[in-house]
């Protein structure tokens, strides 16, 4: 008899400290000190959507492209094929050549120059030097 009452307070105590630890890892779960802050989103591209045969008269602008990898690539069109894009991104000193196959294409946006020139000039303020 006191082997039972023995395993049925084993039994109990774990029960009991089982819901503890389930209470405890709810309000941690719930309290927004253990969370991650979230990034900031960053701005749009400003342009015109366009489709992707139209781009083959195209070349030489700059456009934004959002991919199915959650992805948005933006820079100057250097090629054109059925399969893929060629993209210019980076500066001029150092640029980039980067490839995006077309199933892998949500969207494009042909950013118009003046759109261009905004976020090329994002960090200026216009200020005159003394």
């Not at 802050?37 to 015109?48: N, Y």
């Not at 054109?80 to 949500?106: C, F, H, M, N, Y």
Request: proline share 6%; with cysteine.
């Amino acid at each position: 008899m006191t082997r039972t009452r023995i395993h049925h307070a084993a039994l109990v105590a774990l029960v009991a400290f089982s819901a503890c630890a389930l209470a405890t890892g709810a309000l941690a779960a719930g309290s927004k000190s253990h969370t991650a802050p979230k990034p900031k989103a960053e701005a749009k591209p400003v342009g015109t959507p366009v489709e992707y045969a139209a781009l083959e008269t195209r070349v030489g602008e700059t456009l934004s492209i959002d991919t199915t990898f959650h992805t948005t690539r933006t820079g100057k069109l250097i090629k054109w094929t059925r399969p893929a894009l060629t993209l210019q991104i980076g500066t001029d000193a150092a640029p980039i050549v980067l490839t995006v196959p077309k199933e892998t294409i949500q969207s494009i946006m042909i950013i118009t120059p003046a759109a261009a020139e905004a976020a090329k000039d994002a960090g200026t303020s216009g200020a005159k030097k003394n």
